[in-house]
């Protein structure tokens, strides 16, 4: 149904109408049909927006030719201003809404409306430590933006009265050019080179700010990170990026958390996990031993008999979860270490408890003579 695209039938007018038929009959259905006095009724919604459409085609003198002539395409909607075509209802707000970039019809291509300008986002990075990602942090980041200039408090222009408007463009920011083709007149538009497209011309620019209305400096921002963050987490802090001086809307920045290493401490979700070795005598004996955790020193009791690889598990001494209050385990692995050097009386004490439980061992010492011994068994 919107793919025909007749514009003339959407307005109920025949094809001979006037300007000021168009103006009457679009004015008539916007009243009837406007988002906001329909609760936003989707049918409403969709009508509303193929009037405003076919308004906006036929009401411009030379879209309305093109039209005629060739049907609907979508370069009609290059280069168009729809922000001057409404101008006069007083629609901004609602033509943002609906014909903002990414609403997929052809409003969405490239257009200047009165809409404020917003400066660039800023990306940055900020390094935070294992801990303070467990538990959140407060931190104050510094970084470079465009800051609206307090000289000219944004206008670029060093006297108040020094702003004029482009003769070139008559202060649109467009300038039109005709060119005959064998189809008929071509109208292209491009910015105008005179005032780069503001429609004004600054005839003694701040000196601040060489007429831009705003320049870079350092700024400060106090950052909330949550608790549970994770390496590369990005946060966002709307309105502290970059201006465009008087009457623009600031960027965002965007900070990316980097969580420092901790050695010997690696995240599992929202556990903490960690390694200890222990020797094979205090696996087999039990003892009591001091290990690190988020919250500092703490003893741990090692039974007698552990196994290689047993899990002793810290309740609730890991990582608080991202937006939320419960806290992850801490997981210690208990590693038994075998020892590779063994002195004399060590060895005479092992094979005695080895000849106790009547373990097979090698007979051979320690040292040479076992190593030529290993060598002949094969
Ligand atoms: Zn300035
Ligand atoms: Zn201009």
């Given at each position: 149904m919107r793919n025909k695209r007749d514009y003339y039938g959407v307005l109920g007018l025949s094809r001979d109408c006037t300007l000021t038929d168009i103006k009457r009959e679009y004015r008539k259905l916007a009243r009837k049909y406007h988002p906001d006095l329909n609760n936003g009724d989707p049918k409403a919604e969709e009508k509303f927006?193929?009037?405003?459409?076919?308004?906006?085609?036929?009401s411009n003198e030379d879209k309305r030719r093109q039209y005629d002539q060739f049907g609907f395409s979508r370069?009609?909607?290059?280069?168009?201003?729809?922000?001057?075509?409404?101008?006069?209802?007083?629609?901004?707000?609602?033509?943002?809404?609906?014909?903002g970039a990414g609403f997929g019809s052809p409003f969405s291509?490239?257009?200047?409306?009165?809409?404020?300008?917003?400066?660039?986002?800023?990306?940055?990075?900020?390094?935070?430590?294992?801990?303070?990602?467990?538990?959140?942090v407060k931190k104050e980041i510094e970084y470079n933006a465009d800051d609206i200039c307090e000289v000219c408090r944004g206008k670029g222009s060093a006297a108040d009265d020094?702003?004029?408007?482009?003769?070139?463009?008559?202060?649109?920011?467009?300038?039109?050019?005709?060119?005959?083709?064998?189809?008929?007149?071509?109208?292209?538009?491009?910015?105008?080179?005179?005032?780069?497209g503001t429609g004004k011309i600054i005839k003694d620019p701040c000196k601040k700010c060489r007429?831009?209305?705003?320049?870079s400096r350092k700024r400060k921002v106090k950052l909330d990170i949550p608790a549970g963050i994770h390496d590369g987490d990005r946060l966002r802090v709307s309105g502290?990026?970059?201006?465009?001086?008087?009457?623009?809307?600031?960027?965002?920045?965007?900070?990316?958390?980097?969580?420092?290493?901790?050695?010997?401490?690696?995240?599992?979700?929202?556990?903490?996990?960690?390694?200890?070795?222990?020797?094979?005598?205090?696996?087999?004996?039990?003892?009591r031993l001091e290990v690190e955790t988020l919250d500092g020193k703490e003893e741990i009791n090692i039974k007698p008999g552990t196994q290689p690889n047993k899990k002793i598990i810290l309740k609730s001494r890991g990582?608080?979860?991202?937006?939320?209050?419960?806290?992850?385990d801490h997981i210690i692995n208990i590693e038994v270490?075998?020892?590779?050097?063994?002195?004399?009386?060590?060895?005479?004490?092992?094979?005695?408890?080895?000849?106790?439980?009547?373990?097979?061992?090698?007979?051979?010492?320690?040292g040479v003579f076992s190593n030529i011994k290993n060598a002949f068994k094969k």
């Amino acid at each position: 149904m919107r793919n025909k695209r007749d514009y003339y039938g959407v307005l109920g007018l025949s094809r001979d109408c006037t300007l000021t038929d168009i103006k009457r009959e679009y004015r008539k259905l916007a009243r009837k049909y406007h988002p906001d006095l329909n609760n936003g009724d989707p049918k409403a919604e969709e009508k509303f927006k193929e009037i405003s459409e076919a308004y906006a085609v036929l009401s411009n003198e030379d879209k309305r030719r093109q039209y005629d002539q060739f049907g609907f395409s979508r370069s009609l909607f290059e280069d168009f201003d729809f922000g001057s075509v409404f101008s006069e209802f007083d629609f901004g707000d609602i033509f943002d809404r609906f014909f903002g970039a990414g609403f997929g019809s052809p409003f969405s291509t490239r257009q200047r409306s009165r809409r404020k300008e917003r400066g660039s986002d800023i990306s940055v990075e900020m390094k935070i430590s294992f801990k303070e990602s467990a538990y959140g942090v407060k931190k104050e980041i510094e970084y470079n933006a465009d800051d609206i200039c307090e000289v000219c408090r944004g206008k670029g222009s060093a006297a108040d009265d020094g702003i004029i408007t482009c003769r070139e463009c008559s202060g649109t920011g467009k300038v039109r050019t005709a060119r005959q083709t064998l189809i008929g007149n071509i109208i292209t538009t491009s910015t105008c080179r005179d005032c780069g497209g503001t429609g004004k011309i600054i005839k003694d620019p701040c000196k601040k700010c060489r007429g831009r209305g705003y320049y870079s400096r350092k700024r400060k921002v106090k950052l909330d990170i949550p608790a549970g963050i994770h390496d590369g987490d990005r946060l966002r802090v709307s309105g502290k990026g970059n201006s465009l001086g008087k009457d623009s809307i600031n960027g965002d920045l965007f900070v990316t958390v980097r969580v420092m290493s901790y050695p010997g401490f690696k995240r599992d979700g929202n556990d903490v996990l960690s390694n200890i070795e222990i020797s094979f005598a205090q696996a087999a004996l039990g003892c009591r031993l001091e290990v690190e955790t988020l919250d500092g020193k703490e003893e741990i009791n090692i039974k007698p008999g552990t196994q290689p690889n047993k899990k002793i598990i810290l309740k609730s001494r890991g990582i608080i979860e991202l937006n939320g209050y419960r806290r992850g385990d801490h997981i210690i692995n208990i590693e038994v270490k075998i020892p590779t050097k063994l002195t004399k009386e060590e060895i005479i004490l092992l094979k005695k408890y080895a000849d106790g439980r009547e373990e097979a061992v090698d007979s051979g010492s320690h040292g040479v003579f076992s190593n030529i011994k290993n060598a002949f068994k094969k």
